[in-house]
């Protein structure tokens, strides 16, 4: 936050519930934020995954040392509404940046947002005290007076963990939303658990009608739409506390119905079918990382958000079976069911940032819609 007529930064501070303080320089809003603080290694996108929704009660640091440099462009490349993440963490803030399609500054756009970063960090150190801590709940202090020091680390270790937070509620659409195309052949409902606008226009982009729904949506109300096919999304938190949202998957998945779930929605798929979820040390946030399919033995550079992940030693005799790993601590990627149209991959296929080598999946769940059909 630029202090107005001086063109300096106001002086901030990152406050971490293990007791390290680290001094920075504040930028965007003029507030404190709070939240599990968090690492992506995606080296551009922070435009994609600053609006997306997974991000909620997280403050992401990017371990690419230059952040800003190509600005801000138009709502198009959002994908939500706003701003999902509680603030930003970076070691350089580009104040001039570059780009033909840039519409503001980072900076600005956080001002605008109402959320705080801070600037001028070793993230590096950082990101090596996450990786061997842990993710850790921390707070943006903007301003930040040294004598404060000690409320806020009293502040910081009371805070709720991510578990402790109903993130759903905070993120999933209000009432059912249609997105008709052209040309639409078949209709995908969506179980909105925040799910990315990316998700809604790869299935127009095949002539699917999108119809997004609240995340609780009982499976009759889902039912009652008559869907061709039916895509669990993303969304922030723990998976383990949807217990309601995962009695209704379950519903939905017993009427035959093909399903295709994405992050959030593998997980949640998981627990349908009497699997367990565990949280991750510190996550998998970035636009490289490897995944390999077990079936063709290929491996893919994804796109990823999340922090927990499916157990694949409590899927035993549950009819699904583990298809993609991750190749860099081997946890689920992907599942396939047995006997059920049901396919589910932890990574981004839409990534939005990331490589689009993964979006024939969404090609994949329309063969398995247009299957079904063919056999009424």
Request: net charge neutral.
């Amino acid at each position: 936050m630029h202090v107005a007529g001086f063109g300096w930064f106001m002086k901030g501070a990152l406050i971490l519930e293990d007791g390290t303080v680290v001094e920075g320089e504040g930028f965007g809003a003029l507030k404190d934020a709070k939240g599990e603080v968090v690492f992506t290694t995606a080296m551009f996108g922070y435009q994609e995954y600053l609006t997306d929704p997974s991000y909620k009660y997280q403050i992401p640091m990017p371990t690419y040392p230059l952040v800003g440099n190509y600005g801000v462009g138009a709502e198009e490349h959002f994908e939500s509404e706003k701003i999902q993440a509680e603030g930003l963490i970076v070691r350089e803030l580009c104040e001039k940046p570059s780009h033909g399609g840039m519409v503001k500054t980072l900076d600005k756009w956080l001002e605008e947002g109402g959320i705080p970063g801070l600037q001028g960090v070793d993230t590096r150190m950082l990101t090596r005290k996450i990786r061997n801590s842990g993710a850790m709940k921390g707070i943006i202090k903007l301003p930040y007076d040294p004598r404060e020091l000690e409320s806020l680390k009293q502040e910081v270790k009371a805070m709720k963990g991510i578990s402790e937070v109903d993130l759903i509620d905070a993120v999933t659409i209000k009432k059912p939303s249609v997105h008709e195309p052209k040309n639409a052949k078949s209709t995908v409902v969506i179980l909105d658990c925040g799910a990315k606008f990316s998700m809604v226009r790869c299935l127009m982009e095949r002539e699917c009608r999108v119809i997004r729904v609240p995340a609780r949506t009982s499976a009759k109300d889902i039912l009652a739409y008559a869907p061709d096919g039916f895509m669990i999304s993303n969304g922030p938190g723990d998976p383990s506390k949807a217990a309601d949202i995962v009695k209704n998957i379950r519903k939905v998945i017993d009427e035959q119905l093909p399903t295709f779930g994405i992050c959030f929605g593998n997980q949640l798929t998981g627990l349908a079918f009497g699997g367990r979820t565990y949280k991750l040390k510190y996550g998998h946030r970035g636009a490289n990382q490897p995944v390999k399919d077990l079936r063709t033995k290929r491996v893919y550079v994804t796109s990823q958000n999340h922090g927990f992940a499916v157990d694949a030693d409590s899927l035993e005799g549950s009819g699904l079976e583990v298809t993609h790993i991750n190749l860099n601590d081997k946890s689920v990627e992907g599942m396939i069911h047995k006997s059920l149209p049901v396919c589910t991959v932890q990574y981004h296929p839409e990534a939005r940032p990331g490589p689009w080598d993964n979006d024939y999946l969404f090609e994949d769940f329309i063969n398995v819609i247009t299957h079904h059909k063919s056999k009424k």
